[in-house]
């Protein structure tokens, strides 16, 4: 919970909150501030990742709609880490 207050503090609120399950590996927290910086959180399981969107001031559970989907804003830097370079 201390890494989504973190990001709610550097990146505005209301923070919205997307749970994604990842298998073995446990669930998933995409994080989307208001300034459409986006970070994430992995945790053992789909239970605790809502038990966490849940409990974290300023933070807002969502699903992948238009409208977080449009709230997200990607620069340069991070598409390029996501094409592995």
């Known amino acids: 919970m201390k890494t989504a207050s973190a990001f709610v503090a550097a990146h505005g609120k209301p923070v919205r909150a997307v749970v994604e399950n990842v298998g073995r590996a446990g669930a998933r927290i995409v994080l989307v501030g208001d300034d459409g ?37 990607i620069g340069p830097a991070h598409r390029r880490k996501m094409a592995g370079r």
């Open 37 to 73: 910086a986006m970070g994430d959180v992995v945790l053992p399981d789909v239970a605790t990742a809502e038990a966490v969107v849940e409990a974290a001031a300023d933070v807002e559970k969502h699903e992948w709609d238009r409208e977080t989907t449009a709230a997200v804003k």
